[in-house]
């Protein structure tokens, strides 16, 4: 096996590994601690992809600044810390089911097609420029409209976790 | 170049231009004019006027835009029109509203995010691509969780607000992947690029086939289809009357718009010509019709036969809002323009109905404070203008003569029956039989029944009484008079790309 290989499933066992104690576990810092490992697992699948600046953001923005903000929630809304949380299983059959179902026929399309690939050589050895070119070229559209989803995202949390004063 | 062309894309870009701006100052204007909130109303209403405006200045434009990202055709006005003209009118609503007026320090909040949910589903009337169709969904469905939990004294406000969400996080994740199949089989995101593409090379149809479904999750979620409606009950139920009443009526057309133009542009086979005019056929018969028939059958028999057993009013118009997108869902089923003009003329009369009902049911639970169908005994004695109206709306809303809504339903059914699907015609219309009776439980409540205890007369002020006539004259003139209605529908339905 290559070397190449070896470490692309070591990326892989690290993001499901902690995905997985995301989901199972019932201590809520110990989830937002393995969302850290997931997220930098998914940060060296980037690498693999040759996708060197989406692979530096998701660096930046997931690991370094969503899990510290997820973790400092959780820190601040301190009751919660030693609480567990509601983490019942209903439904488990149906839901077995389904979501097997579901697996199965993803995996099953995964394997069966030929899916498209360009055999282009990359035009350049790093991304970030040509992306920038995109953003504010053909994709300038949606890479505003993005800036104005993340506004009323803003405004929202403001409005749903503003204090309201007692009506006197 | 592309400086060029996106320069001149902006020039076609100005009701959306006009809603951000909008949006910009009615927030800053609720930090300036802090105790009046009739300032940032006023802006919001002024703005979505002059997007109005701007609307109808694009009528006959038939373009794309930003690199064909975003169409500007009659569909897509036609569509920004029902979403501005439904924006109006609920403006007016918030502004009659106690439950809405009595959170005075969140007003401009609430209707800055009315006009971001206007902008992302112009977005999404327009979207001629699938990044744009996600980033206009996103737009929407983030405002509505938000004014869905306006009142968020009320638990069951705020209990509304988490099921949508999660229900919305599921259906886009499941939408995104479907995205992302396709995406893998074709290498674009274009409506028309992915029409060559798949016309092209024959992709693995399985593959297809799931990524096809796994979509219409996500559009199944904004127009509420089953089984994708499990959020619209409590949602209705717990929202404020006015946002309820928005989401009923321009999230799903900006949810059908989408539909109707995404189904048709990427999966029309230009190269069948050998049918009658004005149908059309499918790439390599993938019959993605059927799909939305089954849909269409499951969501109009559920919506109508659990609205029977429902005794909140809100929660039965919510229940009849599924079965009628279950309604529309039949004329994008027949492949035919015929059917696709009787949709677009449906909504334009489901606007003025439901619109009203909705209206009726906000004035009525703002005076006796309960939404409950025994809340309306006697109501046709104690304010015989509300309870007519109420009559009058819910009367449209089954589809009975004379009113607009039997013209809606008859331009269905004959497009149906045009298209040989006479099997769906009958479900449809055992269907509409099925709705008489829980509407019918209104009237009888609302004329044949005492109230009980207090007969405290209703009354309404003079404004809205003016609002209300607004909605229930084209109720009842569309009825009569209907063909600028029909030739507007007709109209609308060229769509960039497709010949």
């Known amino acids: ?168 | 170049m592309m400086l060029t062309s996106i320069l001149e894309s902006i020039a076609t870009f100005v009701p959306e231009t006009v809603l951000v701006a909008t949006f910009c100052v009615t927030l800053v204007s609720g930090l300036i004019a802090r105790r009046k909130p009739a300032v940032p109303a006023a802006l919001a209403f002024v703005g979505m006027l002059v997007t109005l405006w701007a609307v109808l200045q694009q009528a006959g434009t038939d373009r794309t835009i930003f690199s064909g990202l975003l169409a500007v055709d009659p569909f897509a006005v036609f569509f920004k029109g029902i979403v501005t003209v439904t924006t109006l009118f609920i403006l007016l609503f918030s502004y009659f509203s106690t439950e809405v007026q009595t959170s005075v320090r969140r007003l401009a909040e609430y209707y800055a995010l009315i006009t971001a949910m206007a902008l992302g589903m112009f977005l999404m009337a327009g979207a001629n691509n699938m990044l744009m169709m996600v980033l206009g969904m996103e737009l929407t469905s983030l405002s509505s969780y938000i004014l869905a939990g306006f009142t968020k004294e009320a638990s069951d406000s705020s209990e509304a607000s988490l099921k949508y969400i999660i229900y919305g996080a599921l259906s886009s994740g499941l939408m995104l992947y479907g995205i992302s199949i396709l995406f893998g089989l074709t290498g674009t995101l274009g409506f028309a690029d992915l029409n060559h593409a798949i016309a092209n090379a024959v992709p693995n149809y399985f593959a297809l086939l799931v990524a096809t479904i796994l979509i219409i999750a996500g559009f199944g979620y904004k127009i509420s289809a089953v089984p994708f409606h499990f959020w619209t009950p409590d949602v209705y139920e717990g929202a404020p009357v006015t946002i309820t009443a928005f989401l009923s009526v321009a999230s799903k057309a900006a949810g059908f718009a989408m539909l109707m133009r995404f189904f048709k542009v990427v999966f029309i086979d230009t190269s069948v010509l050998a049918l009658p005019a004005g149908m059309w056929a499918s790439l390599y018969g993938f019959e993605w019709n059927k799909l939305l028939a089954v849909l269409s059958v499951l969501t109009m028999t559920l919506g109508n036969l659990v609205a029977v057993w429902q005794n909140n009013l809100k929660r039965l118009l919510a229940y009849s809002s599924i079965a009628h997108a279950g309604y529309m869902l039949m004329g994008i089923v027949v492949l035919s323009d015929k059917g696709l003009a009787a949709v677009l003329l449906y909504f334009i009369v489901y606007l003025f109905m439901n619109l009203g009902a909705f209206y009726v049911v906000m004035l009525v639970a703002d005076r006796t404070g309960s939404e409950d169908i025994d809340s309306y005994k006697g109501l046709g004695y104690r304010a015989p203008l509300l309870g007519v109206a109420m009559a009058i709306f819910l009367v449209s809303l089954t589809g009975l003569p004379p009113t607009a809504g039997f013209i809606g339903k008859l331009y269905l059914f004959a497009a149906l029956l045009d298209a040989r699907w006479i099997w769906l015609a009958i479900v449809g219309a055992i269907n509409s039989v099925i709705s008489l009776y829980y509407y019918a439980r209104v009237f009888r409540n609302m004329f044949l029944r005492d109230p009980e205890g207090q007969a405290t007369p209703v009354s309404i002020g003079r404004a809205q009484t003016v609002l209300l006539l607004v909605l229930l004259v084209p109720t009842l003139l569309f009825g009569l008079y209907f063909s600028p209605l029909v030739d507007l529908a007709n109209a609308s339905l060229v769509m960039v790309g497709v010949r």
């Open chain 1, 1 to 168: 096996m290559e070397l190449y290989t070896i470490i692309f499933y070591v990326f892989a066992v690290i993001t499901l590994g902690a995905a997985a104690i995301v989901v199972f576990s019932r201590n809520i810092v110990r989830a937002a601690f393995a969302l850290l490992f997931a997220f930098f697992g998914v940060a060296g699948i980037y690498v693999f992809l040759l996708a060197d600046f989406i692979a530096v953001t998701q660096l930046l923005i997931y690991v370094g600044g969503i899990t510290v903000l997820v973790l400092f929630g959780v820190m601040l809304t301190n009751r919660q810390v030693s609480v567990d949380i509601k983490t019942g299983t209903m439904q488990t059959l149906p839901a077995v089911i389904l979501t097997s179902a579901l697996a199965g026929t993803l995996i099953g399309i995964f394997w069966s097609t030929d899916w498209r690939v360009t055999a282009q050589p990359l035009a350049s050895e790093t991304t970030a420029s040509a992306l920038g070119e995109l953003l504010l070229g053909p994709y300038v559209l949606p890479f505003e409209v993005a800036s104005m989803v993340l506004m009323v995202a803003l405004v929202g949390a403001a409005m749903v976790a503003r204090r309201e004063k007692k009506p006197s």
